[in-house]
């Protein structure tokens, strides 16, 4: 445990169990240099208690980096939550939860992720003030989006020379929560939109209402195009496909894009300029950071605005230095979080 904690430079890792509401949960600390830790809550099923824990471990990491090159003044966390296969009360689940982050005392804030809702969150809220994403303060989702449009352009700037977006084509992987809203921000913007997602309603709507015209999912990656957007799940540019891509650059708001760190350096030579995704998905969590600490809408939409400098700073040194973008990014980073 501590040689895992060792690598990944965890700064501390809580468990707790509670028999009553079925309650396992873990919550990883990775750095807390800039700021109280502030993550996500999975709710998810685990094979076993070692794959929640590494996932717990990664994601924490994830958030210390996107953190840090967000400007928000937070550390890195996450928590997670071992779904069991039944559970009685839900709510309780989520209250007993509450009270074991309020044992950590603000080091920790938690905020909605995969499995877990803004009605979870409010539960969570009735026995710690550290959590965010509550019904009272909204989907983060609509900011994400804003974010992106944002990146695509400052990338469409570094690799094409112009950020008119009016008449590039851009692939849209998923028109979930995040994919859907950017659609119709790139849409006003006139681009052209080609769309696939596992719903197929969704498409349909996207074609409807926005024009785009769809593309079987398989064929999505492949499909020539100037920018590629992923937006549903993570893993998707690995050493197979990243072979197939028919764009100029790939910038999109899904989490953990490439497989593995070498995948970066397969795009840059193929001349793929790839927004590292923890940069241009800031914005969510932006949103939560700054609605937490009670600032306006008007002071968030301002702050969104650093995701496309950081981005456009970052194009800037991998251009100079040669490397991939990702890489840039992670030193970036690491400057921030480790430096002195
Ligand atoms: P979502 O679940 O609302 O939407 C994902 C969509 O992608 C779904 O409609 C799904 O059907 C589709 N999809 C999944 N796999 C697909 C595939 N192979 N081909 C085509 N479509 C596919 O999720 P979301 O909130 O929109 O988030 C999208 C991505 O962005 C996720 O990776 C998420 O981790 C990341 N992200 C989201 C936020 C946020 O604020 N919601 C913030 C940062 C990062």
């Given at each position: 445990?501590?040689?895992?904690?060792?690598?990944t430079?965890l700064?501390?890792?809580?468990?707790?169990?509670?028999?009553?509401?079925?309650?396992?949960?873990?919550?990883?600390?990775?750095?807390?240099?800039?700021?109280?830790?502030?993550?996500?809550?999975?709710?998810?099923?685990?094979?076993?208690?070692?794959?929640?824990?590494?996932?717990?471990?990664?994601l924490?990491?994830?958030?210390?980096?996107?953190?840090?090159?967000?400007?928000?003044a937070?550390?890195?966390?996450?928590?997670?939550?071992?779904?069991?296969?039944?559970?009685?009360?839900?709510?309780?689940?989520?209250?007993?939860?509450?009270?074991?982050?309020?044992?950590?005392?603000?080091?920790?804030?938690?905020?909605?992720?995969?499995?877990?809702?803004?009605?979870?969150?409010?539960?969570?809220?009735?026995?710690?003030?550290h959590?965010?994403?509550?019904?009272?303060?909204?989907?983060?989702?609509?900011?994400?989006?804003?974010?992106?449009?944002?990146?695509?352009?400052a990338?469409?700037?570094?690799?094409?020379?112009?950020?008119?977006?009016?008449?590039?084509?851009?692939?849209?992987?998923?028109?979930?929560?995040?994919?859907?809203?950017?659609?119709?921000?790139?849409?006003?913007?006139?681009?052209?939109?080609?769309?696939?997602?596992?719903?197929?309603?969704?498409?349909?709507?996207?074609?409807e209402?926005?024009?785009?015209?769809?593309?079987?999912?398989?064929?999505?990656?492949?499909?020539?195009?100037?920018?590629l957007?992923?937006?549903?799940?993570?893993?998707?540019?690995?050493?197979?496909?990243?072979?197939?891509?028919r764009?100029?650059?790939?910038?999109?708001?899904?989490?953990?894009?490439?497989?593995?760190?070498?995948v970066?350096?397969?795009?840059?030579?193929?001349?793929?300029?790839?927004?590292?995704?923890?940069?241009?998905?800031?914005?969510?969590?932006?949103?939560?950071?700054?609605?937490?600490?009670?600032?306006?809408?008007?002071a968030?939409t301002?702050?969104?605005?650093?995701?496309?400098?950081?981005?456009t700073?970052?194009?800037?040194?991998?251009?100079?230095?040669?490397?991939?973008?990702?890489?840039?990014?992670?030193?970036?980073?690491?400057?921030?979080?480790?430096?002195?």
């Open positions: 445990m501590f040689a895992m904690m060792e690598t430079r700064e501390s890792l809580h468990f707790a169990q509670d028999p009553q509401t079925g309650l396992k949960a873990i919550i990883a600390i990775h750095n807390s240099r800039l700021g109280p830790a502030l993550g996500g809550c999975r709710y998810i099923s685990y094979p076993d208690e070692q794959s929640a824990i590494e996932d717990a471990l990664r924490a990491k994830g958030m210390s980096y996107k953190a840090a090159l967000a400007g928000v937070q550390g890195g966390g996450k928590a997670v939550i071992m779904r069991p296969a039944h559970v009685d009360n839900r709510g309780a689940l989520f209250e007993a939860f509450g009270r074991f982050i309020e044992t950590l005392n603000g080091h920790y804030i938690t905020a909605m992720d995969s499995g877990t809702s803004s009605a979870d969150m409010d539960c969570i809220a009735q026995h710690t003030q959590v965010t994403s509550t019904t009272a303060e909204g989907d983060p989702s609509p900011h994400t989006a804003m974010g992106v449009f944002a990146g695509i352009r990338t469409a700037m570094a690799r094409l020379g112009s950020d008119n977006l009016e008449g590039l084509r851009v692939a849209i992987q998923g028109l979930g929560n995040v994919g859907y809203a950017l659609a119709e921000q790139l849409h006003a913007a006139g681009a052209e939109l080609l769309v696939s997602d596992l719903d197929e309603g969704r498409v349909q709507l996207a074609m209402q926005l024009g785009a015209h769809p593309v079987a999912r398989e064929a999505l990656l492949e499909t020539p195009c100037d920018i957007v992923p937006c549903g799940l993570g893993g998707v540019l690995n050493s197979q496909s990243v072979l197939q891509l764009c100029a650059a790939v910038a999109g708001a899904a989490n953990n894009q490439l497989a593995s760190s070498d970066a350096d397969t795009l840059q030579a193929r001349g793929i300029l790839y927004a590292p995704d923890y940069v241009i998905n800031a914005g969510g969590l932006i949103y939560v950071a700054l609605r937490h600490r009670g600032e306006s809408l008007v968030i301002s702050h969104l605005t650093q995701i496309s400098r950081r981005l700073e970052i194009y800037a040194h991998a251009q100079a230095d040669k490397r991939p973008p990702s890489r840039v990014a992670d030193d970036l980073a690491e400057r921030l979080l480790y430096g002195p």
